[in-house]
């Protein structure tokens, strides 16, 4: 049975995941920052039989993330997906265009973005990166945006989710080269479509099952060759 993990599984995309691959029988490392809150997944969870476990883990605290990383020394991970992202302050779905706009920047709200989108997939690829060679698999994906498509910003604006998202797709494709010569590992991001969840808000074009089924479909014919690119959820890809 091989073995997925999820970052941000407590809601959205992270949580619909966690829901597919264990219908399809995988074993589910399912990471949250609070596990208590997390009530959805905990039933999920509980009907599981021990297919899917709960695990506390904050993309920020490194000390979190290395100490979930030796918890899980003896588990092959086949595939470690970096769901767990933010927008920063404010709500593009509540306050439309107006977000992030120039002239309004919250510097510490940056820093946090940049922390939990950008270098907590990189903190995560390093700590895991021995459990996903041990796997069958080998895969390591990290949900991007197409707001960070530099090629496709025509509307401006969002300035530190844009950068946060550029800058992890430099990181991933740059992960996809070190990582597919000296481990065999295909690393890529994607772009899971505007999605209805708290970040997409209620009228975004598609459902998380629509979603994350693209996804998986997409992550199942993943190779060391096709990764490292922008992939959006339908298998089309996007301009850097
Ligand atoms: N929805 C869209 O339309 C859309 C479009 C493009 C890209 N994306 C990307 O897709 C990913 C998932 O988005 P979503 O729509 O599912 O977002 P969401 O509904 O807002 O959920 C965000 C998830 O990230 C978790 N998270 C935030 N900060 C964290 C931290 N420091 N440590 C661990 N977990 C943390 C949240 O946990 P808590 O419950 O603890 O807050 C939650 O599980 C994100 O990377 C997002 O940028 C989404």
């Not at 919250?106 to 990189?122: K, L, S, T």
């Not at 910003?153 to 010569?181: E, H, Q, W």
Request: aromatic share 8%; hydrophobic share 45%; charged share 20%.
């Amino acid at each position: 049975m091989p073995t997925v993990l999820v970052t941000g599984a407590s809601r959205g995309i992270g949580l619909e995941f966690v829901r597919q691959y264990a219908a399809d029988g995988w074993r589910v490392l399912a990471c949250v920052r609070s596990p208590q809150r997390a009530t959805d997944l905990q039933q999920l969870a509980e009907q599981s039989a021990g297919q899917v476990t709960v695990h506390a883990l904050d993309v920020e605290d490194h000390a979190s993330i290395d100490a979930l990383a030796t918890a899980l020394s003896a588990e092959p991970i086949d595939v470690l997906i970096n769901s767990a992202g933010t927008m920063g302050a404010g709500s593009f779905a509540r306050e439309g265009r107006a977000f992030g706009k120039f002239g309004n920047s919250d510097f510490a709200d940056w820093e946090r973005v940049y922390r939990i989108n950008v270098i907590g997939p990189m903190k995560m690829a390093e700590a895991f990166v021995g459990h996903v060679a041990r796997s069958s698999q080998k895969k390591i994906v990290t949900l991007t945006s197409i707001l960070g498509s530099i090629g496709r910003n025509s509307i401006g604006g969002l300035y530190a989710y844009r950068a946060s998202k550029a800058a992890v797709n430099a990181v991933m494709r740059s992960m996809s080269i070190d990582l597919a010569s000296a481990q065999g590992i295909a690393a890529t991001t994607m772009h899971p479509g505007w999605v209805r969840t708290d970040m997409g808000g209620p009228r975004a074009d598609i459902d998380v099952v629509t979603s994350v089924s693209g996804m998986r479909r997409v992550i199942d014919g993943l190779t060391t060759e096709n990764a490292g690119r922008f992939w959006m959820y339908d298998g089309s890809k996007l301009p850097w």
